[in-house]
């Protein structure tokens, strides 16, 4: 059965740090892995998609990158902002239909 | 074009009680996933549609919970004889399809409290 771990569970931060939010998977054997980001009481926003034939993908700030073999993957913000506070999910996607998430790291970025 | 749209925003129920909670997938979009998220987890899969058939069950947690998807857009869950272990916010999300490359939508969410 896959498992997604996300270590820590928060981290705080002051602004305009470069971070790096981790995340790992049990069974390499994924279509592809996203990550999400969470507002306190809101829905989830897709905020990158690694397909499993990928190394990296990036947005603006954000750059992720997958290592299938290894399990890993990791979201990168550069110059963080006190917007950027919220919790961060990943999910890998091993059938046609379910994501498979962690239990999100919550970010707060102080100013 | 508007994104996934789910109703009621917030449900309060008592124990015992049915419920009924609605997904508007975005258009077009022919995959429907329902997921249940607990506090301080992240969501669990519960249910997937491909049209309107329910291509994959397996994580409904028991016979009290169902979903329909009749015509192959709108989709309601259903949980019956409510327990306060429901009490979560129930995700909706879409896919074009469900190819294993699509992306999900994901959204707002149905916040159930089952007093």
């Known amino acids: 059965k896959q498992e997604v771990t996300q270590i820590p569970a928060a981290l705080s931060v002051p602004e305009g740090e470069n971070l790096v939010l981790n995340c790992s998977f049990t069974d390499s054997a994924i279509y592809n892995l996203q990550w999400f980001r969470q507002d306190p009481g809101k829905g989830l926003t897709s905020l990158l998609l690694i397909q499993s034939s990928q190394r990296e993908q990036t947005s603006g700030r954000l750059n992720a990158s997958l290592d299938k073999s290894s399990g890993r993957s990791t979201l990168y913000i550069a110059a963080s902002q006190p917007g950027d506070s919220a919790t961060y999910l990943c999910?890998?996607?091993?059938?046609?239909?379910?994501?498979?998430f962690g239990k999100g790291i919550t970010l707060s970025v102080r100013p | 074009g508007a994104g996934v749209s789910q109703t009621p925003s917030n449900k309060v129920t008592e124990k015992g009680k049915y419920v009924e909670l609605r997904c508007d997938p975005i258009?077009?979009?022919?995959?429907l996933y329902w997921y249940r998220q607990s506090l301080g987890q992240g969501p669990e899969f519960l249910i997937y549609?491909?049209?309107?058939?329910?291509?994959?069950d397996s994580g409904l947690p028991n016979d009290r919970f169902f979903a329909v998807r009749p015509e192959g857009s709108v989709s309601t869950l259903k949980i019956q004889r409510t327990e306060r272990g429901d009490s979560a916010v129930y995700l909706c999300?879409?896919?074009?399809?469900?190819?294993?490359?699509?992306?999900?939508?994901f959204g707002p969410g149905t916040r159930l409290t089952v007093l």
């Open positions: 999910a890998v996607k091993e059938t046609n239909s379910k994501l498979t």
């Open positions: 999300a879409s896919s074009l399809t469900g190819q294993e490359y699509n992306e999900q939508f």
């Open positions: 549609f491909q049209g309107t058939g329910a291509a994959d």
């Open positions: 258009s077009g979009h022919t995959a």
